[in-house]
């Protein structure tokens, strides 16, 4: 199987590759082109601001290469952070961007100022049901999150909810795509596992 | 809801991890001596945070520490956030190479401000946790900085005031008086100032058995405790505090051991 975690220089690699292998499985990382169009999976990691990380996925010229490895050969892509808030329409964060548009989804800064920014420690998340992401997940398990910006959408089917202060998107999957605001990689053994459930997708 | 988290802090120092009091440093044993008795792949269940911090005095080497980085977070997945002589962009993209998903940075708040707002631009304000650390002289909560050898002019409250400004992810408090003292956190003359801050909250300095992390845990604007005691928190001590911290009602986060998790 071909894991392909697309690199455009942002966000920790290194703990999702290390992930990855203690599941037994092979990762590149990488942002040509082929790699992405042959993956079989593709993660699209990322920390830092959604200007930034757009700018620069359209300065390697990957955006086209996601939308036709997830549009036209339907492979299962999973964001994660600011990976997952990319797939969405749109962020607020350092002015206006649009992102990948290939979830219904718009990113914008916690409104609740009462709460604490970032949003940063283990929340509970609240996952429908027959999901594919949280097979063998009891419900309400804790994952880390770590971001200040918040994805909302009109979407109810295949969304996880967190609440900070207000309820936000946690994750999301639709049909092939799939999106978590938390870090798998860092949520001890529930988040291997959901990284296991997508890999084995 | 958000639940507050337990972090083991480890202190490094030219191949050595050390115990800190009043921030003299003894050293307790190297690599090896850490993996015998604080195997991280078995007892990550129980914290949920790990801070990696170079304190080395002289002569740090940021290869070589990111180097000790990796060894001792392989096969540990959860949050790590590593620090100790960050003097460039590229000293903290190492760090994050080397699987730090936050860096910890002290002196620079006060000597670089123009750092600190380019690692906030560059990888976001939830990637700089800003350590500080204070001593109280003559009722004055003073401010150190070089591993807490060098006073600065500006009293806890106004740098706090500052730092903030700095839009960074979270703030590393730490008693200089109070640490490795296992005596507890100096709560006493930190409640009135912690409740005025928005930053995320770290806790750290003192705590010397389960009781003290509950008594950190359990005031409001306390988001996290933090322990660096390697000699209170041996074995499955650490393991146990956490069960104790959760039955007193204390909100953590429930985590199931990772060999549960048939690979």
């Known amino acids: ?201 | 809801m958000k639940k507050k988290r337990l972090i083991y802090t480890l202190l490094y120092n030219k191949g050595y991890f050390m115990l800190s009091r009043n921030f003299r440093l003894q050293k307790v044993g190297d690599f090896k001596w850490l993996k015998k008795h604080y195997n991280f792949e078995k007892i990550a269940s129980s914290i949920d945070e790990l801070i990696i911090l170079d304190v080395t005095r002289e002569g740090r080497d940021i290869n070589e520490f990111s180097s000790v980085v990796k060894d001792v977070i392989k096969n540990v997945f959860i949050p790590v956030a590593c620090g100790g002589g960050i003097r460039t962009l590229d000293d903290a993209k190492l760090l994050l190479k080397s699987g730090a998903d936050k860096i910890v940075v002290n002196t620079t708040l006060h000597t670089n401000k123009e750092l600190i707002n380019s690692l906030v631009k560059n990888y976001g304000s939830q990637f700089v946790v800003g350590s500080i650390d204070f001593q109280i002289e003559n009722d004055v909560k003073n401010v150190y900085i070089n591993n807490g050898q060098l006073k600065i002019n500006q009293n806890l409250q106004d740098f706090l005031s500052e730092v903030e400004k700095l839009s960074i992810g979270e703030i590393y408090l730490n008693s200089i008086q109070k640490d490795g003292t296992g005596q507890g956190y100096d709560i006493k003359h930190l409640e009135d100032t912690l409740a005025k801050i928005t930053t995320p909250i770290i806790l750290a300095g003192g705590a010397g058995n389960y009781l003290h992390l509950i008594e950190g845990l359990k005031i409001n604007s306390v988001d996290a405790v933090a322990t660096a005691n390697l000699f209170n928190f041996l074995g499955d001590a650490l393991p146990k505090s956490r069960i104790k911290i959760i039955n007193e009602k204390v909100d953590l986060a429930v985590f199931s051991s990772i060999d549960n998790l048939k690979v």
């Open chain 1, 1 to 201: 199987m071909k894991i392909t975690i697309v690199d455009y220089g942002m966000g920790n690699i290194y703990s999702l590759q290390s992930a990855l292998k203690f599941l037994g499985y092979d990762s590149i990382c990488s942002n040509n082109s082929e790699d992405i169009i042959n993956a079989d999976k593709i993660i699209l990691p990322g920390v830092g601001s959604f200007k930034m990380a757009m700018d620069n996925i359209i300065k390697l010229k990957i955006d086209k290469s996601i939308k036709i490895a997830v549009n036209e050969k339907k492979t299962p892509i999973l964001g994660i952070c600011l990976g997952m808030q990319l797939l969405g329409i749109s962020s607020t964060e350092d002015g206006f961007s649009n992102g990948l548009n290939l979830f219904e989804g718009e990113v914008n800064k916690f409104i609740d100022q009462s709460v604490k920014i970032p949003h940063v420690g283990f929340n509970n998340v609240d996952y429908p049901d027959n999901s594919t992401l949280y097979k063998g997940i009891k419900k309400n398990s804790d994952f880390y999150f770590v971001h200040s910006y918040r994805m909302k959408t009109n979407k109810t089917n295949g969304v996880g909810h967190s609440s900070n202060g207000e309820n936000f998107v946690a994750s999301f999957e639709q049909g092939n795509i799939f999106g978590t605001q938390f870090h798998p990689e860092k949520s001890q053994t529930n988040g291997l596992l959901l990284l296991k459930n997508f890999i084995t997708f």
